[in-house]
């Protein structure tokens, strides 16, 4: 039977779970608050129009610049919050403990089937540990998503004033237009094209960078402590 190769993690403080949903109010409020989203738009257009506004003349090359950025930092964020060994190994313990639990059951094993309940709360625990763990980076990275999102919704992309070739073609779809909408807005549509490759590389990149003997060694030496005399 499998043994548990750690002890369950520490349950997180009330105080911090309580934060963050302050911090997903705020996003919704802000996500359905036309003034505010306008004003969060038009301070961020005060840094982003010069820099990648481009004068309206490279929507999709915006968009895709916009979701870099958002990408970077968000994969950045989950790097620096996550740790990828210590996950892979609660995965494995979760793995390991499903297939067992499955075995029991096929097998009417009723002894071990008492034995792997009684271990469930702890597995569960592991579990709500991980998922918490990756939620860490989630608010802070909304502080950078939420006003690059309303620049383009209200500041650039919803304003047909400042885009001045509205019209981009696809495979799916040919002079298809930024400011429609089939199940997303289109220009959504494109971000989303465009930014999840791009996310998948930079998570499959910080991971390997995480896995490597070489970060292992920086981090080592970082965090050595000085020995006393």
């Known amino acids: 039977m499998m043994q548990m190769a750690s002890p369950a993690p520490q349950k997180k403080p009330a105080s911090s779970?309580?934060?963050m949903i302050i911090g997903f109010i705020l996003v919704f409020i802000v996500l359905f608050n036309q003034d505010i989203r306008a004003k969060i738009g038009a301070a961020t257009g005060y840094v982003f129009d010069p820099v990648i506004g481009f004068e309206g003349q490279y929507p999709v090359l915006t968009i895709f610049l916009c979701g870099a950025i958002m990408v970077f930092f968000s994969s950045l964020l989950r790097h620096i919050f996550t740790d990828w060994k210590k996950t892979a190994r609660v995965q494995a313990t979760?793995?390991?403990f499903q297939k067992e639990f499955r075995e029991a059951k096929l097998s009417n094993n009723t002894y071990k089937l008492k034995k792997l309940t009684e271990m469930q709360p702890e597995i569960m625990k592991l579990q709500t540990g991980m998922s918490s763990g990756q939620m860490k980076p989630t608010i802070i990275t909304m502080l950078v998503v939420i006003p690059i999102f309303t620049w383009l919704w209200s500041g650039f992309i919803g304003n047909p004033e400042v885009v001045s070739y509205p019209y981009f073609d696809?495979?799916?779809?040919f002079h298809a237009s930024f400011f429609?909408?089939?199940?997303?807005p289109n220009w959504v549509l494109i971000?989303?094209?465009?930014?999840?490759?791009?996310?998948?590389?930079?998570?499959?990149?910080?991971?390997?960078?995480?896995?490597?003997?070489?970060?292992?060694?920086?981090?080592?030496?970082?965090?050595?402590?000085?020995?006393?005399?």
């Open 17 to 19: 779970q309580f934060i």
């Open 94 to 96: 979760m793995q390991t």
């Open 170 to 173: 696809t495979p799916w779809a």
């Open 180 to 184: 429609k909408s089939t199940v997303f």
């Open 191 to 229: 971000y989303m094209t465009l930014s999840i490759p791009l996310s998948q590389v930079l998570q499959r990149a910080f991971k390997m960078v995480s896995w490597s003997a070489w970060w292992t060694r920086i981090k080592e030496k970082r965090f050595k402590r000085p020995s006393t005399i």
